[in-house]
């Protein structure tokens, strides 16, 4: 079988030429707007699948805003900030609280209700994973106050409250004990060193139950000379 070559000199093989060049002509920008289509496509494909994977991964996420709350010296809420935004707590809000915990753990009334009122805020303000949690345990276990309560009431005067490092802090308070007439039966000075660590809050019950977020990691207490 005999191949004819193309050649523009052949009058045949011209109108070949003129019929592949109208088709290209014709066709051909077709041709490539499609693929140009087709790729937008795909692009477009992309782009929506890299979307979709972002929205979920943000959807993902944690959408709780922690705050700090800032009290006055009676515990009532002045100011509240954002915790991602606030600056760092201001040594003065440390002061009122360890001194608030200091009065919540030491009181004793003879007011059961109140008693455990300020129970419930000592353990509140007590790192639950740190030495505190037991340490206060054992305190009250071996100073109930509901039982020293039958014999006297105690009341507390904070009378410093001191930084020695950046979370270590030293309170020295006055300890007045009275029987149940309000005849004092004994003064005492105390002192403690607690260490702390500040946990903003992250949800509406921690807010109700800590606003503050700080937190005793561990203390201790011993009777002045």
Known sequence: MHIRKISEDDP?????LAARREWNERYGSYIAQARTWRLTA????GIAAV???GVVWIGAQNHVVPYVVQTDKLGDALAIQRADVAAPID???IRSQLSKWIN?????YTDVSAQRHLIDEAYA?????AAAAEQLNGWFREHSPFTEAQTEIVSVQVQSVLP???NTWRVE???VARSRDGSKVSSAQWQAVITIAIKPPTTDADILINPTGLFVKSFNWQQRQ
């Open 12 to 16: 045949q093989s011209a109108v070949y």
């Open 42 to 45: 795909f692009l477009s494909l």
């Open 91 to 93: 040594s003065r809000l």
């Open 173 to 175: 308070w006055q300890e």
């Open 104 to 108: 919540d753990v030491r009181c004793v």
């Open 125 to 129: 303000m007590v790192d639950q994973n």
């Open 51 to 53: 979307a979709v994977v």
């Open 164 to 166: 020695l490092s950046a």
